[in-house]
């Protein structure tokens, strides 16, 4: 797994050229007629719900951090740039053509959280986290671009506005820092579906609250999430990243001083062996790539002599094969319930 999964801010966004905003207005002229053409095709991603409901809903004018987008009428071809918003619209019926890569899986691969709900329609990749490829967008004639779990720039959300509609991250967050309801929320008003996507937002709370009402030992446990990708350098994330909102959520407490060692506008906290007491908690949770990685952490002495390690209250858990750390990293109405299932006898299981 590329260390590009740590955090979603690692990589800034290249800037569009000139060159490339006079091709993509090219292409949205020829090939989209600025975005309003609603044919179906194999990518279609229209949902099954009645037409003269969706049709009801709208317009819709969505506020986010650039702005306001007014949406006319039901959006046919969607393309997502936030890293984990395909989920949010593929729960709300819609399967988009077109999507970002992440994890360096295919954002239709192997989740066992979606694999159904796309079948055999896969988006085409048009780019990697927040590294868009304009052209791609453009031939995909999409009449809505969603970027909610993103660090889209003003350049790229002006250029992608020459052709289609935008809906923007949340402003009321910082990037990749909203939470899932936010997402969620902004999400189901742009596609016409306020009221679908309370009802999802609503099972997720009540799926939380459940191992709430039958743990309620984690109100009292502090708890944290780190992982490294190479030796001597440790990162731990902070309470706006989405694994630390997972466990929030399940009852626990996080712990404030990670998010003051925090770079600003960053979700985690980068650390060397020496700062590694931090992670001294009650419940610490490493989320790995490779059994040779959870050697290299076990092996580091400064990390021996932490109390939650020789009590062996430190829990690993891989990112893939299981998924469960792909699960809480998404964070997503789609993938919280595989996480809560998954994790829960997991770390009940930590005295």
């Known amino acids: 797994m590329s260390t590009g999964t740590r955090r979603a801010p690692a990589r800034i966004a290249r800037l569009v050229t000139r060159m490339a905003v006079a091709t993509v207005a090219a292409l949205a002229l020829t090939a989209c007629g600025g975005g309003t053409d609603n044919s179906s095709s194999d990518k279609d991603g229209s949902s099954s719900a009645d037409a003269d409901t969706q049709s009801a809903a709208f317009p819709v004018t969505v506020a986010h951090k650039y702005g306001s987008t007014t949406i006319e009428k039901e959006p046919k071809r969607i393309v997502t740039l936030g890293l984990s918003d395909q989920d949010a619209v593929l729960a709300l019926g819609v399967k988009p053509v077109g999507a970002v890569d992440w994890f360096k899986e295919k954002p239709y691969g192997k989740w066992p959280w979606t694999k159904e709900l796309w079948g055999s329609d896969t988006p085409e990749i048009v780019g990697e986290r927040d590294e868009y490829n ?65 009802k999802l937002i609503s099972d997720i709370g009540d799926r939380f609250k459940a191992v709430r009402d039958e743990h309620p030992e984690f109100a009292g446990l502090t708890l944290a999430v780190a992982d490294s990708f190479e030796a001597g350098k440790y990162s731990a994330f902070t309470r706006t990243d989405p694994k630390a909102i997972f466990f929030k959520e399940l009852g626990f407490k996080l712990k404030p001083e990670i998010d003051k060692l925090a770079k600003p506008g960053w979700n985690v906290a980068e650390l060397s062996a020496e700062k590694l007491d931090i992670l001294d908690v ?55 319930p595989y996480a809560i299932e998954e994790i829960t006898p997991l770390i009940t299981a930590v005295e």
């Open 134 to 198: 304009m052209e791609k967008i453009a031939e995909l004639r999409p009449d809505l671009v969603i970027a909610q779990y993103s660090g889209m720039k003003k350049e790229q959300y002006d250029t992608l506005s020459q052709f289609t509609k935008v809906v923007a991250q949340p402003k009321e967050y910082p990037d990749y820092g909203a939470p899932w309801e936010a997402m969620t929320r902004q999400i189901g008003k742009a596609l016409g579906k306020d009221a679908q996507a309370e």
């Open 282 to 336: 009650d419940r610490l949770v490493w989320v790995t790539s490779s059994t040779d990685a959870n050697d290299r952490i076990k092996a580091e002495p400064l990390y021996r002599k932490l109390q939650v390690t020789q009590d062996e209250r430190d829990l690993f858990v891989p990112y893939q094969d299981p998924d469960i750390g792909a699960a809480f990293s998404f964070n997503t109405v789609l993938s919280i």
